[in-house]
């Protein structure tokens, strides 16, 4: 199961990094499958990315986070007596890049890409801007 996850994993951020590239955005819209239901949002002012992911069936479902190259980065399994489950990551040790997260069980795969960035001032930071600013 597991192996059969991050090959799918690989494979859609390898082949549907086109069309990831125009839904990228700060929040995402929910995705439905006939299994699960999941719900990927970041939370302002953070670098956090939180899943919440639904089911109404008894099975097994992974959540797993992905770089640009398909290296899994973490996982968390969701049993199939849970029902519901929120799932953290935190990107702030991760290097400016391509993410994707992937919710899949046997049927179904639901996969959204987002792209981290690097935070730069402004102002190039100088002494004259410095002394300017007081």
Not at 21 to 37: L, V
Not at 54 to 80: E, F, P, Y
Not at 101 to 106: E, G, L, N, P, S
Not at 121 to 134: D, E, K, R, S
Request: with cysteine; glycine share 4%; aromatic share 6%.
């Amino acid at each position: 199961m597991k192996t059969l996850c991050q090959v799918i994993a690989t494979l859609l951020v390898l082949g549907v990094s086109a069309i990831a590239q125009a839904q990228e955005s700060p929040k995402w819209a929910g995705i439905e499958t006939p299994t699960f239901q999941t719900l990927t949002t970041s939370v302002e002012g953070t670098s956090i990315i939180k899943v919440h992911v639904n089911k109404d069936l008894a099975s097994t479902v992974r959540i797993i986070m992905v770089d640009h190259s398909g290296t899994v980065l973490a996982s968390q399994k969701m049993s199939k007596y849970e029902y519901q489950k929120l799932v953290r990551f935190d990107l702030s040790q991760l290097p400016a890049g391509k993410y994707s997260i992937v919710v899949c069980d046997r049927e179904h795969t639901a996969t959204k890409t987002f792209r981290k960035e690097v935070t730069t001032l402004g102002i190039p930071l100088t002494a004259q801007n410095l002394v300017a600013a007081h």
